[in-house]
């Protein structure tokens, strides 16, 4: 069975979400902060991962997602 963690704290009441989870064909987990996420990704393996949040630029062109906490 594959497993996904879910980080961001809008994954509550998206329906792309909602209908995921009740497929039941993956074991999923979620984490509501990057400090849990952490956690989870060192506990665990996922063979996915999916972020909510907005994909920022810093000033030396480096990308990262900023999540919604």
């Known amino acids: ?14 329906r792309f979400i909602d209908d995921l989870v009740n497929l ?4 999923i987990r979620r984490a509501d902060s ?3 996420a952490l956690k989870l990704l060192k506990k665990n393996s996922p063979d996915y991962l ?3 949040g907005k994909i ?12 919604e906490t």
Do not use: H, Q
């Open 1 to 14: 069975m594959k497993e996904i963690l879910l980080i961001g704290d809008s994954l509550k009441g998206n």
């Open 24 to 27: 039941g064909s993956f074991k």
């Open 34 to 36: 990057p400090l849990k």
């Open 50 to 52: 999916m972020c909510t």
């Open 56 to 67: 920022r630029e810093t000033i030396d062109g480096k990308y990262f997602v900023e999540l």
